[in-house]
């Protein structure tokens, strides 16, 4: 959240280790959400009621569990509301929990949205659950709530600026499949109701966390200090079509880059660090055939593997289907490292554009890369043990049936975040 001209950044850790346990809520504040500094964990287990740990949830919000389970919702306050760095939390006793639903799934009950107000008076949020395998949102309405940070949320419908005509966004995490989902719909007031369409802070832009997963033994884990890392941050927007998120990194992260290097036209005949490349072409007519049945993504991408980072172009009978791929999977000599495959589909016309754009964002240990302008987006860990630092190169390839064009390709060197 954006508090008195400070960012905050509130998110689950473990202070005693590199898995998951002893769950606190750490806190970290920035000017400019590039540069970072750690201070006090901001809640950690103190109550009867989340004795279990500090879990998931919003802004001031955390649920709890007790002996047989029950998820709740409770609130923390900040003890000073004057300290723009907000050091200290309580969670009174008078009022928490704040939520508890006899009728939910009394073991999956987390994850609450921001609060929002109401033309009627009334503060509303959702709480994530499960009723018989199938996903739910409850709705929630007070007189007197407090406020906290959205997965509904409204995103703009023109450019980026949140303000100019919304549509709502509902998102959600599915614990079986480990993957983010979300829905493009119109929010009903009058109703309390969120109908989906067909298809599925201080500037007024909608910001988005990622966060990259890191599933290694426990053991490397222990030796790298770690597990997962925070990316960087995104503005969210709704492309043209009114059907597709856009993410992009924030304006920001440019204050990092250094020296530039740029290479213009370049042809690369078939078999030929923060990175942006435009690939054009001149035919598609030898593109392979696109079958209907292939529907995940990064099997696909596993059928070959030239680099880390691709597009591949299918061919199906209204239109091309694009690809972008990230195959980490070589990408390490150790053999029992977490080296997956990512892939998505990416909306874009390539017989109207004959092009497409790619960004990278290559760190010690990350690639992150938003493929068409922010369609699609993968971020992988990498743990390379040869080509670190000065042994690190950027090439760019062809492993296509037509020669391509480099139309333009800018890298820059980075200067390091200050993170503390």
């Not at 929990?97 to 033309?119: H, I, L, M, S, Y």
């Not at 987006?377 to 760019?396: D, H, K, T």
């Amino acid at each position: 959240m954006y508090y008195n001209g400070v960012y905050h950044l509130f998110y689950q850790y473990n202070p005693k280790g590199t898995e998951w346990d002893n769950i606190v809520w750490a806190h970290s504040v920035s000017k400019d959400l590039i540069n970072w500094n750690g201070i006090e964990h901001a809640i950690y287990p103190s109550k009867p009621f989340d004795k279990f740990g500090c879990w998931s949830g919003s802004a001031t919000i955390v649920p709890v569990i007790d002996e047989n389970n029950t998820q709740v919702q409770c609130y923390a306050e900040p003890e000073d509301p004057n300290d723009p760095l907000l050091r200290r939390w309580v969670k009174p006793d008078r009022l928490n929990p704040v939520v508890v639903d006899k009728d939910a799934n009394q073991t999956e009950f987390r994850d609450p949205t921001t609060a929002w107000w109401g033309k009627d008076g009334h503060w509303r949020m959702l709480v994530g659950s499960v009723r018989k395998r199938r996903g739910i949102a409850y709705l929630y309405r007070s007189k007197d709530f407090m406020t906290w940070c959205p997965d509904f949320y409204p995103v703009s419908v023109i450019g980026n600026v949140v303000g100019n005509p919304v549509k709502h966004v509902l998102k959600n995490s599915l614990d079986d499949t480990k993957f983010d989902y979300y829905t493009v719909g119109t929010y009903l007031e009058d109703k309390d109701r969120y109908v989906p369409d067909n298809t599925s802070g201080c500037k007024n832009r909608r910001i988005l966390w990622g966060w990259a997963n890191e599933s290694d033994k426990p053991k490397d884990n222990f030796r790298k200090g770690w597990a997962g890392i925070q990316a960087i941050p995104r503005t969210v927007w709704l492309d043209f079509t009114g059907r597709q998120l856009v993410q992009w990194p924030v304006e920001e992260l440019n204050s990092l880059r250094g020296k530039e290097v740029n290479i213009d036209n370049q042809r690369l005949e078939k078999g030929d660090y923060n990175v942006e490349v435009m690939f054009a072409f001149s035919s598609l007519d030898k593109a392979e055939a696109y079958d209907p049945k292939w529907v995940k993504a990064q099997d696909l991408c596993a059928e070959k593997e030239f680099t880390p980072l691709f597009f591949r172009v299918f061919k199906s009978p209204n239109k091309h289907i694009v690809l972008l791929c990230s195959d980490a999977r070589s990408s390490s000599l150790k053999s029992d490292m977490y080296k997956p495959q990512f892939a998505g589909f990416v909306d874009v016309d390539l017989a109207a554009d004959k092009k497409i754009f790619l960004r990278s964002l290559i760190d010690h240990s990350v690639v992150e890369s938003f493929g068409a302008g922010g369609k699609a987006n993968i971020l992988s860990r990498v743990y390379p043990e040869l080509a670190v630092m000065n042994q690190a190169y950027l090439f760019v390839f062809n492993n296509g049936t037509e020669p391509i064009v480099v139309e333009n390709l800018k890298a820059w060197s980075m200067i390091s975040a200050d993170i503390k």
